[in-house]
C-alpha cells in the first residue's frame, strides 16, 4: 500500500503494516514524530518500535479498526506514549493496516475561534470543520459519536485516516471540490458509522468556510440522518416492482420464483417458496386451515450467493416440516412469524433436523421470517425469509412489506391455479369434442394436429372429415373467438351443426349461410352477458369428389387452404374470403379446383400463422417450403403435419390455438364406375337388373347381387313412377362399399311413410331403409339423387 497524500499531509504521521506485521510505509511526519528514517523504519516489524511489555488495544468487534494509547520507542531511545488509530484496509494480495497519529500543531491554524464557537453551538446536528487542507480543525459531540472516537484524538485527521472505508475517498473528493469551487454539495450514503451498530442512511453536506476576504478558508461537513425517509422510499419502490415483476404469467411456478426473486437482496439473503398441494377435485383454492406435520412441495427459492447453496430442497422436491418448523408454525397461526434468535426460538426444529441447523450455524443465519401465501380465503403455502449477511433482524416494518409482497403473489397464484383448473376443464372438453381419429375412406387420407394455446386458454379451434354420399367427403377447419370453456362449447355446437348440414348434402357456401345464421342465433342467446357474449368464428369447408377428381371450397373469413399437386411446388388456392360467421347479411361464394391424384390439401387456423417472432406472409412461405419440401406427396402426413409444427411454431408454447388438417386425395378409377340412361318405362325395370347383376358378378360383387337387385328394382321404380327425365342409375364400389345412387330431374324430395295394411304401395324406400347400410338424397343442378350404400358382403 503506497497512498498519495495531497499537500498537508505533514499534520499527520502515517505508517502502513502489512498483514505480516511488517513496516511497509513510514512518512516524514512520523520520522519527525519517533526519529526513525523511512529507510530505517520500512521493511521491519512493526513489533520492533513497541516497548517490550506494552499493551496493544484490541481491535473492534468487525476486525476493521482499532485505537488507543500504545508506548512507543523514540530513536533515541526514550519512551513516547502517543494515540493511535488503525485501519485495516483489504487489497487484491492480502491486506494492510494503515496507522495514523495526529501531532497535535494546528492550534496555531486557528484564525477566527469566534466562527468555530457559532458553528459549534447553532448547529442541531453532526457537524465538522475541516480546514484548507482537509484535516479535521474540529467537531461537535454528535459528530464525535457517529465517528465512536473521541474528539479530542481525532483533531488534524482527514477523512479517509477517521474512517477508513473505501467510501470515506469518495467523501473527501467531495469536500475538495467544495473547497476548490466554493460550492456546497449534498452527498446520500446508507451505510453503518463508526459508532452504529446498524447501517443508518445519511445527507452528508459540505459547505465552504469563507472568510472575510471571500477567501474559502475551510469546509464544514453536517450529518443528517434521514434513515426513515429513505426505508420508506426504498419500501415503496419495492411494493412497486413487486407489481411489475411478480404476476407476469399464469404459470404458479413462474410466480413463485418471481415472488423469491424480488425479495433478494432487498429483504433477506435467502428467500424459499414451498407450496401446498392443491384439493385434489379442483374444488378450492387451498385448505383455510393447516394442521402439522405440514407437507410441502418447493416451488422456487433465490439467495444472494449464485447457485443457491443455502438450499437443502430442490425445487420440486417435497419437504415434511413438524410444529416446531418456522413453515408449519406460520401456516399453522395463519400469521406471519419472526425469528431473531435460532438457537432459543428454533432449537427443538433445528435439533429435530441437524443437517439444516448445522447449514444454519455455518452461514450464520440470524433472523428468520415465514409468512404464510394466502388469499380469497384459503392458503396456498409459506414464503420463508432468511438474514445471514446483513447484520440488522428483521423489523416491524420488514414485515408489512414482507406480507404486502406475499399477498400480491398469492393472488396471483390463485388466478394462475383457477386458470389452470378451467384450462384443464375447456381442454377436456375440446378433446371430448374434436374427432378421436379420422375416418379411412376411398376419397383420401388424413392426418390432423391440435395444439391448444400455452398461456392464453384454450380456443375453439376444430376440425373434420365427413364422408358424404356417392364416395365424396367433406373437410372442414373452424375457429371460434376467444378462449375458455365457453368457446369450446361453442365449437361443439357449430361443429354438430356442420354435421348435420353436411349430412342433407348442402353446397359449401350454402352451408356456411346456415352456419352463420346459428351464430346470429347463438349470439342472440347471450347478449343478457354482455360484450363478452357475443360469438364470432371463421371457417372453410371443402368437398371432395373422387369421381371427378374436383373440390369445391367456400370460406368464412378463414385463411386460404394450401395444395401441393404431385411433383409440383405448393401454392394457395385462391378463394373469395366471405365474411366470418355471426355478421349476417353478405353472401358466401365457393371455388372448383381439380386436384390430381395424390395432391395434399393443408387447412389450418390461424395460431399457425400468426407469430410474433414472423409475419404472416413470412409464415406461409414457410408453410408452403416445408410441405413441398418434405415429400408430401408421398411421404407419411402425420410426419408432414409434426415437421410443419416444428417449423412454424415456438419451442415454448403457441400464444393461440392451433388446428392443422392434411389431406392427400385419391380418385376412383372409372372402372369401379357404371352408368345406365333409362328411358321412363316400367317394363325395363327387368332389364335394369339383370344388368346390374351382370355388372356386379364382373366385379366379383355376386354376393350382393340379391341385395342390390332389390334396392335397384325400387329406386328405379319410384324414379319411373314419380320422377322427371332424365333418370340415371350409377353404382359405384370400393372394397368396403357398393352404392346406388338413382337420379331423375325432380325435385320433389322422397321420404318414409308408414303404409297401411291394404295399400298398395308405400313400403319401397321403407325396404331400402332396411337393407341399406345407410341412405339418403341429395338435391343437384339436374334434379335430385336417391342414394344408398350396401354391405358387398351380405
Known amino acids: 500500500m503506497s497512498p498519495v497524500h495531497p499537500p498537508g499531509e505533514a499534520a499527520t504521521a502515517r505508517a502502513v503494516v502489512d498483514d505480516n506485521g511488517i513496516l511497509v510505509h513510514w512518512n516524514e511526519d512520523a520520522r519527525r514524530l519517533l526519529g526513525y528514517a523511512p529507510g530505517e523504519a520500512e521493511g521491519r516489524p512493526a513489533a520492533e518500535l513497541l516497548v517490550p511489555g506494552s499493551p496493544v488495544p484490541r481491535a473492534e468487534p468487525d476486525g476493521t479498526r482499532w485505537s488507543g494509547t500504545v508506548r512507543l520507542r523514540h530513536h533515541d531511545g526514550g519512551t513516547l506514549p502517543l494515540w493511535l488509530l488503525a485501519h485495516h484496509r483489504p487489497q487484491e494480495h492480502g491486506g494492510a493496516w494503515l ?115 471571500g477567501r474559502v478558508c475551510g469546509v464544514c461537513v453536517t450529518a443528517h440522518d434521514f434513515t426513515e425517509q429513505y426505508l420508506a422510499r426504498e419500501r415503496l419502490q419495492l411494493v412497486n416492482e413487486a407489481s411489475v415483476r411478480i404476476g407476469t404469467t399464469l404459470d404458479v411456478t ?82 406471519t412469524m419472526v425469528a431473531t434468535n435460532l438457537a432459543t426460538t428454533l432449537a ?39 438474514r445471514f449477511r446483513r447484520s440488522d433482524p428483521f423489523t416491524a416494518d420488514d414485515v408489512l412489506i414482507a406480507e404486502e409482497i406475499t399477498a400480491r403473489a398469492a393472488v396471483c397464484i390463485d388466478n394462475a391455479r383457477r386458470f389452470e383448473r378451467e384450462r384443464e376443464t375447456a381442454l377436456a372438453l375440446q378433446r371430448s369434442l374434436l374427432p378421436r381419429s379420422l375416418p379411412r375412406t376411398a376419397a383420401l387420407e388424413a392426418a390432423s394436429r391440435y395444439l391448444p394455446a400455452a398461456r392464453a386458454g384454450v380456443g375453439g379451434d376444430w376440425f373434420d372429415v365427413i364422408p358424404l354420399s356417392g ?15 365457453q368457446a369450446s362449447a361453442t365449437m361443439g355446437r357449430l361443429r354438430t351443426a356442420v354435421r348435420t348440414l353436411a349430412d342433407i348434402d348442402l353446397a359449401p357456401e350454402e352451408l356456411l349461410a346456415h352456419l352463420d345464421d346459428l351464430v346470429i342465433r347463438m349470439s342472440q342467446e347471450t347478449e343478457f352477458e354482455g360484450p363478452t357474449g357475443e360469438v364470432g368464428a371463421t371457417c372453410l369447408y371443402a368437398v371432395y369428389d373422387p369421381l371427378s377428381r374436383r373440390c369445391t371450397l367456400a370460406r368464412a373469413g378463414h385463411p386460404a387452404p394450401v395444395m401441393v399437386p404431385p411433383g409440383q411446388a405448393a401454392q394457395q388456392i385462391e378463394l373469395p374470403g366471405g365474411p366470418p360467421l355471426g355478421l ?13 391424384e395424390g395432391t395434399v390439401l393443408g387447412l389450418y387456423t390461424d395460431g399457425l400463422i400468426e407469430s410474433r417472432e414472423r409475419d404472416i406472409d413470412t409464415n406461409h412461405r414457410l408453410l408452403c417450403s416445408t410441405l413441398a419440401g418434405s415429400s408430401a406427396g408421398q411421404g407419411s402426413l402425420d410426419d408432414t ?131 341399406a347400410q345407410r341412405w339418403g338424397s341429395r338435391h343437384t343442378s339436374e334434379g335430385k339423387v336417391i342414394w344408398a350404400e350396401l354391405s358387398p358382403v351380405q
Not at 117 to 146: H, I, K, Q, W
Not at 471 to 485: K, P, S, T
Request: glycine share 8%.
Open 99 to 213: 496507522v495514523v497519529a495526529p501531532l497535535g500543531d494546528l492550534d496555531r491554524l486557528l484564525e477566527d475561534d469566534r466562527l468555530l464557537r457559532t458553528a459549534l453551538t447553532c448547529s442541531p446536528c453532526a457537524l465538522a470543520v475541516f480546514d484548507e487542507n482537509l484535516r479535521l480543525y474540529a467537531c461537535n459531540e454528535a459528530m464525535a459519536g457517529l465517528v465512536g472516537l473521541p474528539r479530542e484524538r481525532i483533531r488534524g485527521l482527514r477523512l479517509t485516516e477517521i474512517s477508513g472505508r473505501p467510501e470515506s475517498e469518495d467523501l473527501e473528493i467531495e469536500a475538495r471540490e467544495v473547497l476548490e469551487t466554493g460550492r456546497s454539495r449534498d452527498v446520500q450514503t446508507h451505510r453503518r458509522s463508526g459508532g452504529e451498530t446498524l447501517s443508518h442512511a445519511w445527507l452528508s453536506r459540505f459547505a465552504p468556510l469563507v472568510d472575510d476576504r
Open 348 to 386: 427443538e426444529w433445528l435439533e429435530w433436523d441437524r443437517e439444516r441447523g448445522r447449514r444454519a450455524r455455518e452461514l450464520g443465519v440470524h433472523s428468520t421470517m415465514s409468512v404464510p401465501i394466502q388469499a380469497r380465503g384459503g392458503t396456498f403455502g409459506v414464503a420463508v425469509l432468511r
Open 471 to 485: 364416395m365424396r367427403i367433406a373437410m372442414v377447419v373452424g375457429d371460434v373467438v376467444g378462449h375458455g370453456v
Open 641 to 771: 403435419c409434426d415437421r410443419v409444427l416444428h417449423t412454424l411454431l415456438p419451442a415454448g408454447g403457441v400464444p393461440d390455438d392451433v388446428a392443422l388438417l392434411l389431406a392427400r386425395t385419391h380418385g376412383l378409377p372409372s372402372a369401379q364406375v357404371q352408368t345406365w340412361e333409362i328411358s321412363p318405362d316400367p317394363a325395363l325395370v327387368a332389364t335394369v337388373r339383370k344388368q346390374v347383376v351382370g355388372r356386379l358378378e364382373v366385379w366379383r360383387m355376386s354376393e350382393a347381387a340379391f341385395t342390390a337387385e332389390l334396392v335397384v328394382s325400387e329406386l328405379v321404380t319410384n324414379a319411373i313412377r314419380y320422377g322427371e327425365d332424365p333418370i340415371r342409375l350409377r353404382l359405384i364400389h370400393d372394397a368396403t362399399t357398393l352404392i346406388c345412387e338413382v337420379s331423375d330431374g325432380s325435385l320433389t324430395a322422397p321420404h318414409l311413410r308408414r303404409a297401411r295394411t291394404y295399400d298398395e304401395g308405400g313400403r319401397g324406400l321403407l325396404l331400402v331403409a332396411q337393407l
Open 254 to 335: 413462474r410466480t413463485a420464483q418471481e415472488l423469491a426473486d424480488v425479495c433478494v437482496p432487498a429483504l433477506a439473503d435467502f428467500v424459499s417458496v414451498d407450496l401446498l398441494e392443491p384439493p385434489g377435485d379442483g374444488s378450492g383454492p387451498g385448505p383455510s386451515s393447516v394442521t402439522p406435520p405440514v407437507t410441502l412441495c418447493r416451488a422456487a427459492h433465490q439467495s444472494i450467493t449464485p447457485g443457491c447453496p443455502e438450499a437443502l430442497i430442490e425445487p420440486g422436491r417435497v419437504g415434511r416440516y413438524p410444529a416446531s418448523s418456522p413453515q408449519a408454525s406460520s401456516l399453522v397461526a395463519g400469521r
Open 584 to 596: 349476417g347479411g353478405l353472401p358466401f361464394e365457393s371455388t372448383e379446383v381439380d386436384l390430381p
